[in-house]
T-cell receptor, first 114, second 109 residues
Framework: ETGVTQTPRHLVMGMTNKKSLKCEQH?????MYWYKQSAKKPLELMFV???????ENNSVPSRFSPECPNSSHLFLHLHTLQPEDSALYLC?????????????FGPGTRLTVT | GQNIDQPTEMTATEGAIVQINCTYQ??????LFWYQQHAGEAPTFLSY??LDGLEEKGRFSSFLSRSKGYSYLLLKELQMKDSASYLC??????????WGAGTKLIIKP
């Protein structure tokens, strides 16, 4: 039990669909992150929120849209995705973004774009 | 550019010792992390080094040399459950985590 939950665990969507990924952390942390993990590649940081404010957007295409309504919840809204967007999407949290605290990860959403 | 290098795959025998190396080139340094990730699961935190030297935590130890841009994770008394990917990550001067691609460790009986 890592204290970070993600739903859904698996998602298959067409290129014209709109879907959302949800992440919730029960650890009282102030920073939350979205990562993309593709096979045999390093984790790619997508977005960082610190105290609900977005502090990083690593040149992510606009078809990915994050939302952080409070420090415990993080969403990733998806629309008009491409097949190369198929990957494992991981959410993580930590005490703060600008410090050397470890990150706690959720189990991920396995996304397949057809 | 920033870069983290670690071997793609390693094989070891149950009960033995294995050392997984990680070299890094980053803009600044604010600590090095090791994570374990079993197939289909979330990465879980193993260790953190910010000063040179060895940090021991049970069967796992992690070493850091900042002058050489080098770290290793040492796993002793290997068990079958240690079969997983091991991820090395460095926090740069902006406290952003730079990740290696991971080392897949296969344990054989």
């Amino acid at each position: 039990e890592t204290g970070v939950t993600q739903t859904p665990r698996h998602l298959v969507m067409g290129m014209t669909n709109k879907k959302s990924l949800k992440c919730e952390q029960h650890l009282g942390h102030n920073a939350m992150y979205w990562y993309k993990q593709s096979a045999k590649k390093p984790l790619e940081l997508m977005f960082v929120y610190n105290f609900k404010e977005q502090t990083e957007n690593n040149s992510v295409p606009s078809r990915f849209s994050p939302e952080c309504p409070n420090s415990s919840h993080l969403f990733l809204h998806l629309h008009t995705l491409q097949p190369e967007d198929s990957a494992l999407y991981l959410c993580a949290s930590s005490q703060g973004a600008g410090e050397s605290h470890e990150q706690y990860f959720g189990p991920g959403t396995r996304l397949t774009v057809t | 550019g920033q870069n983290i290098d670690q071997p793609t795959e390693m094989t070891a025998t149950e009960g033995a010792i294995v050392q997984i190396n990680c070299t890094y080139q980053t803009s600044g340094f604010n600590g090095l992390f090791w994570y374990q990730q079993h197939a289909g699961e979330a990465p879980t935190f193993l260790s953190y080094n910010v000063l040179d030297g060895l940090e021991e935590k049970g069967r796992f130890s992690s070493f850091l040399s900042r002058s050489k841009g080098y770290s290793y994770l040492l796993l002793k008394e290997l068990q079958m459950k240690d079969s997983a990917s091991y991820l090395c990550a460095v926090k740069d001067s902006n406290y952003q985590l730079i990740w290696g691609a991971g080392t897949k460790l296969i344990i054989k009986p």
